[in-house]
């Protein structure tokens, strides 16, 4: 079984890198974000297993959007 998993980053470079090294395991990355209110619009169109993001980030952070996704 396959776990889809949301990356959640300002930086293109960390994405990309998680991106490869997660490309054969259990996860599959079916979305991006380069901020938490990107991850937000993403998360209300699409169902996750995970959601890995980073917690400093311009327009709403990493804990902001963990606190949503809780909710």
């Known amino acids: 079984m396959k776990y889809t998993i949301l990356l959640v980053d300002d930086h293109q ?3 990309d890198g998680l991106k490869s090294h ?5 996860f599959d ?3 991006e974000a380069k901020n938490g209110k990107e991850g937000v619009d993403f998360l ?3 169902e996750v297993d995970v959601v ?3 917690i400093s980030m ?5 804990i902001t959007l963990n606190t949503l996704v809780k909710e």
């Not at 997660?22 to 259990?26: F, R, V």
């Not at 311009?58 to 990493?62: A, T, V, W």
């Open 13 to 15: 470079m960390i994405r």
């Open 22 to 26: 997660l490309a054969n395991s259990k």
């Open 29 to 31: 990355v079916i979305g």
């Open 44 to 46: 209300k169109q699409h």
């Open 52 to 54: 890995l993001t980073d």
């Open 58 to 62: 311009p327009e709403m952070d990493g």
